[in-house]
């Protein structure tokens, strides 16, 4: 089995430290950011560690926690998607200095201890800076794809500002992950700012909309037709109906991108990954779902660790527990130069 989605938790902004250029290792304290913490949801809230991987004294699990995890469900590989919020800072010199600081503690602290693990390259905001971090860290094969937040971007995702991303992807062999989460720098919704939280979670099936649409309207799968994408987090049941309305609206109107040659499931279905969890269908409608998706070839077992999301009732069949991302990650079996 392979788990595609796994999230390591950064304890403290005092552990990212070590792995800082001495410039923003002194910025912690010349910036008064200590004690600043950028988690995906507040430290202790249920849906940021599950109640059964909470460690014993309270605070997020650590790697002896993850690798008795894998020990049990009998994962031979987890690909780490680390999801500190490191994308919220927007001086873009910073934002490189940290992400690089984050992907370096990934390597240093998590991939070093245990062969079954692979991370994402944490990219940068700006694409220059995405570009030098791709080429820094793609020499280490136990990094198998970039990730980006699928609301991360001033641009959306399709726009040619980002395609030097798409070229280095494509000369190393990587899969682009685009994950549920935002930067904040525009409404995650498409009316503006939600209030809640629950408005905030549901919301990220509209950035996963835009992605896709943005990507395929402007062309990038014909100018990268080797580029993979996944969709992790992004729920699965949209997906259809979504495609159906951006083909019939395509047939109407395809004279304005005359690049686009085939209908836009053709396009989804050869370069669209998602990750199975959340599965968004009660347990009775996965059959139904499963068909009208169809893309049992490009669904991947993903438990959110340790969030403990993994659904139980998709069909436990080797193509989805294995063979997809074997087919998807050719660097699964890599190692450190």
Not at 7 to 31: F, G, K, N, V
Not at 158 to 186: F, K, M, V
Request: glycine fraction near 6%; proline fraction near 9%.
């Amino acid at each position: 089995m392979i788990d595609t989605d796994l999230h390591p938790m950064l304890p403290s902004l005092e552990a990212l430290r070590p792995h800082l250029e001495p410039l923003w290792a002194d910025a912690i304290a010349q910036r008064g950011l200590e004690g600043f913490e950028s988690q995906s949801y507040p430290p202790n809230s249920p849906r940021t560690v599950a109640p059964q991987f909470r460690a014993a004294k309270g605070g997020f699990p650590a790697l002896p926690a993850l690798q008795s995890f894998l020990d049990e469900t009998g994962a031979t590989h987890g690909i780490l998607n680390c999801l500190y919020g490191v994308q919220l800072i927007f001086n873009a010199d910073m934002n490189a200095g940290f992400t690089r600081g984050l992907n370096d503690w990934i390597r240093a602290e998590w991939l070093a201890h245990d062969t079954r693990l692979r991370a994402s390259i944490i990219l940068p905001n700006e694409p220059e800076h995405a570009v030098a971090e791709i080429e820094r860290l793609a020499p280490d094969h136990r990094f198998v794809q970039a990730l980006r937040l699928v609301m991360g971007n001033e641009l959306q995702h399709g726009r040619r500002a980002h395609w030097p991303i798409y070229e280095a992807l494509i000369r190393h062999d990587l899969p682009l992950c685009l994950h549920a989460g935002s930067a904040y720098r525009q409404p995650v919704t498409s009316l503006g700012w939600p209030s809640w939280v629950m408005e905030d979670a549901a919301a990220s099936q509209q950035g996963f909309q835009s992605a896709l649409a943005s990507l395929i309207t402007e062309g990038v799968f014909v100018r990268f037709p080797t580029l993979r994408v996944v969709f992790a987090e992004s729920g699965c049941t949209w997906l259809p109906a979504f495609l159906w309305r951006l083909t019939k609206t395509w047939k109407g109107v395809r004279f304005e991108i005359p690049w686009a040659a085939e209908p836009p499931t053709d396009t989804a279905r050869r370069h669209i990954w998602l990750t199975a969890t959340p599965f968004d269908a009660p347990d009775d409608a996965v059959p139904a779902a499963l068909s009208q998706l169809n893309m049992q070839d490009r669904l991947l077992h993903a438990s959110d660790w340790p969030h403990a999301n993994d659904p139980t009732a998709l069909p436990r069949t080797e193509k989805f527990l294995r063979d997809n991302a074997i087919a998807l990650y050719p660097r699964l079996g890599g190692t450190s130069p």
